[in-house]
């Protein structure tokens, strides 16, 4: 089953401007992740976000998380053609459960 | 060694055959998980195995039968699929306790014909 929804589905962006991403969720979560999946191929793990934390950052990457409104948001500065890819959030719940939400599709045109 | 590698890259296989794919890591992981995921649709969940034992079956027909022979390998056996099952299968693995990225193979392309 399915635990989250991202919006927006797909978003397109000139290189050098920033792209925000929403994901939410619908039960009580231990973490957070967010994941890059390129050509449909293998995913990439970013960045992670325990439920205790409000905020995170890793390079270009800022997350943020409300468990109260149980949803999270990835923010990429600054991006770059390379960053086109579909973004995906996952929950990580009791039991080795870790289902992802439906997925943002970004283009970064140069 | 800090990858998820599976076997084949790509399987065409006929709807009466009998096949398997095959998942390993050297990560010291004790929880392992196949996803399926069809194109432009995120991954599902479809099994879970946690020491070795399965944890999850998220309702998977029967023609997919998981294994973990032990806590490096992970095998799913395929046996008269059907079309629609053609998917991108994903394994992944982690640390059973919590508060860590799971690591993803690259998958296996698999069309049913």
């Known amino acids: 089953s399915q635990q989250g929804e991202e919006d927006p589905q797909a978003l397109s962006i000139q290189e050098g401007e920033n792209a925000t991403m929403n994901c939410s969720y619908k039960?009580?979560?231990?973490?957070l992740q967010w994941y890059r999946q390129n050509s449909g191929r293998g995913l990439v793990h970013l960045i992670l976000?325990?439920?205790?934390?409000r905020e995170k950052h890793s390079g270009r990457l800022r997350v943020t998380l409300d468990t109260s409104k149980k949803s999270s948001s990835l923010l990429i500065t600054a991006s770059r053609a390379a960053d086109t890819a579909s973004y995906f959030c996952?929950?990580?719940?009791?039991?080795?459960?870790?289902?992802f939400g439906t997925g943002t599709s970004l283009t970064v045109i140069p | 060694d800090t990858e998820v590698t599976q076997t084949p890259k790509h399987l065409v296989m006929g709807m009466t055959n009998k096949k398997s794919l095959k998942c390993e890591q050297h990560m010291g992981h004790r929880a392992m998980y196949w996803y399926k995921q069809k194109a432009k649709k995120p991954p599902e969940l479809m099994f879970v195995y946690s020491y070795e034992k399965l944890s999850i079956n998220e309702s998977v027909p029967s023609r997919f039968s998981p294994e973990c022979p032990n806590s490096s390998l992970l095998n799913l056996h395929l046996h008269a699929l059907q079309p629609e099952d053609s998917a991108l299968y994903l394994c992944?693995?982690?640390?059973?306790?919590?508060?860590?990225?799971?690591?993803f193979g690259s998958g296996t392309r698999l069309t049913v014909v």
């Open positions: 976000i325990r439920s205790n934390e």
């Open positions: 039960t009580s979560i231990n973490n």
């Open positions: 996952a929950t990580d719940a009791f039991g080795n459960q870790f289902y």
């Open positions: 992944a693995s982690s640390p059973y306790s919590s508060g860590y990225g799971y690591t």
